[in-house]
């Protein structure tokens, strides 16, 4: 069973039972869930995920209207719930993750994640909070919120504005360009050997990062984002995990069955003796063709120069916000 999942049955069982029969005056202005923080509130956790940070508990939201001695009996009450459930011990104030359950102010919550109270953000907000922050903001479930203010804070920050998301583009194509299609295979030739491993990196990364803001969605803490991308779409509904070689019309059947996510975990995988070889620049520029197919499906670019730079330009010409388009095509990555 999921974390999501026993921290909903823990709230349902003792929980709603203990809100209800203690601050049936306030329930209505209270938000129950668990978002935040952890791999349980993305629904990525495991076996291995219940060493730290794993507890039944759950959040309560409350506006700021509430005052600190009612919040305080709020936080003794949800204290006195069962320690233990399903072999779970809660943690009342993790050593590591600090308090991700219990009673929060909604816009200590928000500010917490976007740095503001009440979610206005403005372009320099959007460009310069990590998505990481704002996908802990929008994850994981809201079992009950009878005022919507929290959900409707959710709703507001759940996709980036088009503009941001284009700028952000624009600068993660002109990565992969840089350090894929071109400084890659240049050094190697000047036999910079851990300089075309970094390039590697770069490319990869920035590849991410361009598959997430395509599919618009916010890319979670590094360590999950490989994990996420098998959750993402590719044109016309392919899953990530769909054969490349249908996407891109390759005939060649060793790419068959081989997902984006695994091309990219490949890349970052190779062994000294297979990274600097040109089967590995092939598959960079198979990744550059599937990309710059998907920008002409979106239409975010025309053209039939391989190279993605040329598009990484043309993305960032359809902003709107002449402000932000004639930003540095990588201020916001």
């Known amino acids: 069973m999921k974390g999501l999942e026993i921290s909903k049955n823990f709230y349902n069982e003792y929980g709603k039972e203990m809100l209800h029969g203690e601050f049936s005056n306030i329930e209505d202005k209270l938000a129950i869930g668990l978002i935040g923080s952890g791999s349980?509130?993305?629904?990525?956790?495991?076996?291995?995920?219940?060493d730290h940070d794993f507890d039944p508990g759950f959040c309560i939201f409350i506006s700021d209207d509430i005052n600190d001695e009612v919040k305080f009996k709020l936080e003794r009450a949800y204290a006195k719930l069962p320690r233990e459930y399903m072999g779970f011990i809660r943690e009342i104030m993790s050593p590591v993750g600090g308090n991700r359950r219990g009673v929060k102010r909604i816009s200590d919550f928000v500010k917490e994640k976007t740095g503001t109270t009440d979610a206005?953000?403005?372009?320099y907000d959007w460009i310069s909070i990590p998505e990481e922050s704002l996908a802990e903001f929008?994850?994981?479930?809201?079992?009950?919120?009878?005022s919507k203010v929290l959900t409707n804070l959710r709703t507001k920050l759940s996709t980036l504005p088009e503009d941001i998301k284009l700028k952000k583009l624009a600068g993660e194509l002109l990565i992969m360009a840089q350090s894929g299609q071109y400084n890659y295979k240049r050094c190697i030739d000047h036999n910079e050997y851990t300089a075309a491993k970094l390039t590697l990196y770069e490319f990869v990364n920035a590849t991410i990062h361009a598959t997430?803001?395509?599919?618009?969605?916010?890319?979670?803490?590094?360590?999950?984002?490989?994990?996420a991308m098998r959750d993402l779409y590719w044109p016309n509904n392919f899953k990530m995990k769909?054969?490349?070689?249908?996407?891109?019309?390759?005939?060649?059947?060793?790419?068959r069955k081989i997902s984006l996510e695994?091309?990219?975990?490949?890349?970052l995988t190779l062994t000294d003796d297979k990274i600097f070889n040109d089967k590995v620049a092939g598959e960079i520029e198979l990744i550059a063709k599937i990309f710059i197919m998907r920008l002409k499906n979106d239409g975010l670019t025309e053209?039939?120069?391989n190279y993605l730079e040329k598009h990484a330009y043309n993305v960032n010409n359809k902003i709107k916000d002449v402000n932000i388009r004639n930003m540095n095509i990588l201020a916001a990555v």
């Open 138 to 146: 929008t994850n994981g479930e809201i079992w009950r919120d009878d």
């Open 120 to 123: 206005n953000l403005s372009v």
């Open 242 to 255: 769909s054969e490349l070689n249908d996407i891109a019309g390759i005939e060649d059947d060793s790419y």
């Open 40 to 50: 349980e509130c993305f629904g990525y956790d495991d076996e291995i995920s219940i």
């Open 262 to 267: 695994k091309k990219l975990d490949g890349l």
């Open 303 to 305: 053209g039939d120069d």
């Open 212 to 227: 997430f803001l395509l599919n618009e969605v916010y890319m979670p803490y590094y360590k999950w984002k490989l994990r």
